[in-house]
């Protein structure tokens, strides 16, 4: 069975205040939630504040990249043992503003994939098309290069996937619950494909204008075993709501 898994991407937004002001209104308000994974993605510099109030609660905590080299002359780079060493669990890999505005390849979300899980860390790797791949019909070839090439030695035991449509991450556009697990349930068999049966056991995710009105329909899909939420987990009574979505839990 797969255990829901719910993060927050917060990507370049707040301040160290106002990561521990999230934190203050929504630790209590998921206290109970035991059946589900949460999970926190700060910027860098709330990391440290972070897991020191998070530290023996029910939520995770995930940086949102790192560099793919251990150390050295990378001038304003993080490593993975960095990350490790200040309390992440997690980091995301692959996320489509990093593959749009950083030039990052399915080479190098591969390197920080592997160098990442060397570390200690699991990782939350996103894959997903944009509106034209969409359009020219290629949405599972590029679905399929991303995986092949970017899960190549990727440990399957520390993986999550995200499948996040491009066209649909911070547009107020939702895949439908049917667009999403058609997407799914091509990459649960693409995975089973490099993972053979362990392909089963990983977290497929979806993210893309994630609410709580949308919530409840995306997480019954089959093959849809969370999200991960920009926009909506700014707020921590928006993402309480999404973390209690209601259903699909036995998957
Ligand atoms: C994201 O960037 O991971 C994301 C899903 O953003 P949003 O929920 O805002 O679309």
Redesign the pocket.
Known sequence: MRRPFIAA?W?MNKTVPEAMDFVYAFLPAVAEVKDRDIVLAPPFTSLFALAERLAGTNIGLSAQNLFYEEKGAFTGEVSAAMLEDVGCDYVITG?S?RRQYFLETDETVNRKAKIAQGNGLSVIFCIGESLNEREAGMTYDVLRRQLRNGLSEVDVRKLVVAY?PVW???TGKTATPDQAQEAHKYIRDELRGIYKNDADSVRILY????TPENADSLMACADVDGA?????SLKPDSFEKIVKFKGGINK
């Open positions: 991407n990507k996320h503003e996040e649909a991450i911070g993210g893309g204008s994630v991960l939420v920009g926009g909506a």
